[in-house]
C-alpha cells in the first residue's frame, strides 16, 4: 500500500516565524511554490480556506497550469453556496486538471470567522449542514438523472449537471474536526479522514472511534505535522528550541485566545501534559501558538522524522500531510531527506 504525501501551496509565503511580504495574492509565489512541491515528490498540496483570504478555486486552477502531475486538496467550507452549484464548480476544476482534485470539507470552528462570510449557525448545526452538502455533491456528481431533495438546510427540485468529474466515480473527499457532531456528519460518507498531530496512543483511539461512526464505510486517515530536521537530533531540537523561543518573541508572551474547535483544544491539552510524546513529537510549539491548526512537530534526524511518521501509517493514516515553518526551504528538504526515507520504510514493511 503506498502513502499520499502532502504538502501546503498559499498565495504568499508567511508562517508562525516568517512575516508576509508582497500582495495577499501573488501568481508568481503560487507558481513557485507549486513547481517546489512538484520537483520535491509531493502528491498533493493543501489550498487552505480562509475568510479574508484569495479564491482556492483560482490558486488551484493557476497552480494546474504550471506542473504535470502535484494534485490539489482545495479546503471548501459548505454554505456559502449551493451544493449544486459546488458540484459543478469542483467538477469542472476536476477537468481542467484532468483528475488532480480532492476535497477538503471544512464546516468552520470559529464563530467569528463563520460571521464574516455572512454565516451565523451554531456549530452543530454546521456539522449538519455539512454533512446534507456532502450527499448533494455526490448525488449531482453520479446520479444520471435529475433528482430532488428537500432537507434541513437545501431545498432542491430537478437538480442535474452536464459537467462531471473527470476521476471516477466523483471526486476524493477530505475532512476533519475533533467533535462528535464532526464525527458523525462526516465519517459515513467521505474518504479520508484528517487529523492533526496528536500523541499515538490518542491518535489511535480517535481512529476507532472514527471507524465506528463510519460503519461500511471504508474510510481512511490523514495526519498532519510540522518536520524539523537536522543533521543529527540534536541540532534538529536546537532549531525547535529557536523555532519556540521565535513565537513566543512575536506573541509576546501574552495569554492566547482560547479556540473554540474541539481539535486545538486536543492539542493543547496534550501540551498541557508534557512536551514530548512517543519518539519526537513536540507539543510546545502548538501551546504557543494558540494550537490554531496544523501545530504540533516531528523533530529529528531525516531518518528519526521518517519512522515516527511510519508509526501513524501504521495506525491508519495513509496520507501524510507535512509543512515547515519556512515553507519553501522545508518543502525542499522533505523532497531530498524525508519523503524518499518515507515512501522506503513504507515499503520496505509492506513489502515483506
Request: charged residues 20%; glycine residues 8%; contains cysteine.
Amino acid at each position: 500500500m503506498s502513502v499520499e504525501m502532502i504538502g501546503w501551496i498559499a498565495p504568499r509565503v508567511a508562517s508562525e516565524i516568517v512575516s508576509p511580504a508582497g500582495p495577499p495574492f501573488d501568481p508568481e509565489v503560487i507558481a513557485h511554490t507549486a513547481k517546489i512541491h512538484e520537483a520535491a515528490g509531493f502528491d498533493r498540496v493543501l489550498v487552505g480556506y480562509f475568510s479574508n483570504a484569495p479564491d482556492g478555486f483560482l490558486i488551484s486552477a493557476h497552480a494546474a497550469t504550471v506542473t504535470t502531475n502535484l494534485g490539489f486538496l482545495l479546503a471548501h467550507r459548505p454554505g456559502f453556496i449551493a451544493p449544486t452549484l459546488a458540484a459543478r464548480k469542483l467538477a469542472t476544476l476536476d477537468q481542467l486538471t484532468r483528475g488532480r482534485l480532492a476535497v477538503h470539507l471544512i464546516s468552520g470552528g470559529n464563530d467569528a470567522d463563520q460571521a464574516r462570510d455572512g454565516d451565523h449557525i451554531d456549530h452543530s448545526a454546521r456539522y449538519r449542514r455539512t454533512e446534507e452538502y456532502t450527499k448533494i455533491l455526490n448525488q449531482v456528481w453520479t446520479n444520471p438523472k435529475p433528482f430532488d431533495h428537500h432537507g434541513e438546510f437545501y431545498h432542491i427540485r430537478k437538480a442535474h449537471a452536464d459537467i462531471r468529474c473527470f476521476q471516477e466515480p466523483r471526486i476524493p473527499l477530505y475532512g476533519g474536526g475533533g467533535s462528535d457532531a464532526a464525527i458523525s456528519a462526516l465519517a459515513p460518507h467521505i474518504d479520508t479522514f484528517m487529523l492533526w498531530g496528536e500523541p499515538l496512543a490518542e491518535t489511535k483511539a480517535f481512529m476507532a472511534k472514527v471507524r465506528r461512526a463510519a460503519g461500511s464505510n471504508p474510510i481512511s486517515f490523514s495526519v498532519s505535522t510540522r518536520p524539523i530536521l537536522g543533521k543529527t537530533d540534536g541540532q534538529a531540537w536546537d532549531r525547535a528550541h529557536g523555532i519556540l523561543a521565535e513565537i513566543k518573541r512575536r506573541t509576546g508572551g501574552l495569554p492566547l485566545r482560547q479556540p473554540e474547535n474541539i481539535g486545538s483544544q486536543r492539542l493543547l491539552n496534550a501540551a498541557a501534559s508534557q512536551e514530548v510524546y512517543d519518539s519526537c513529537l513536540y507539543t510546545a510549539l502548538a501551546a504557543a501558538s494558540g494550537a490554531q491548526g496544523n501545530s504540533t512537530a516531528l523533530v529529528g534526524t531525516p531518518e528519526t522524522v521518517a519512522k515516527a511518521l511510519v508509526a501513524y501509517y501504521n495506525l491508519g493514516a495513509t496520507s501524510l500531510l507535512i509543512r515547515g515553518y519556512d515553507p519553501l526551504p522545508d518543502a525542499t528538504e522533505y523532497g531530498r531527506e524525508l519523503i524518499p526515507r518515507v515512501r522506503e520504510l513504507v515499503a520496505a514493511e509492506y513489502q515483506a
